[in-house]
């Protein structure tokens, strides 16, 4: 069975940063897809981005380019999510997804994920 734990979140300051990590366990992900989201108050599940687990491409979301960096660590089974440049619109819940690849294809969307984490919180503070 599938299990991901999201850690590492937490209150900080406009401009600081925070990684968040994902420990992934129950298969092997080689072919998987491991993505981050967010959702924030009375908002739509927000894509971030994602990295492929067996040769770790990378894609991310407009709203993060340049600020978020996605990575995975194979040999812990653990997948990261750094923070730089925090604002106030970042504080939101921060969740970890998996899928499957599905070759050319892009997934961005919430309901193409299959294996979800519990999610945790980051708050930004003005």
């Known amino acids: 069975q599938v299990q991901l734990v999201e850690s590492g979140g937490g209150l900080v300051q406009a401009g600081g940063s925070l990684r968040l990590s994902c420990a992934a366990s129950?298969?092997?992900?080689?072919?998987?897809?491991m993505g981050w989201f967010r959702q924030s108050a009375g908002k739509e599940r927000e894509f971030i981005g994602f990295?492929?687990?067996?040769?770790?491409?990378?894609y991310y979301a407009d709203s993060v380019k340049g600020r978020f960096t996605i990575s995975r660590d194979k040999d812990s089974n653990t997948v990261y999510l750094q923070m730089n440049s925090l604002k106030p619109e970042d504080t939101a819940v921060y969740y970890c997804?998996?899928?499957?690849?599905?070759?050319?294809?892009?997934?961005?969307?919430?309901?193409?994920?299959?294996?979800w984490g519990q999610g945790t919180q980051v708050t930004v503070s003005s």
């Open positions: 129950g298969r092997t992900f080689s072919g998987y897809v």
């Open positions: 997804a998996a899928r499957q690849v599905v070759s050319g294809l892009i997934a961005t969307a919430p309901r193409r994920y299959d294996y």
């Open positions: 990295v492929g687990w067996s040769g770790g491409t990378t």
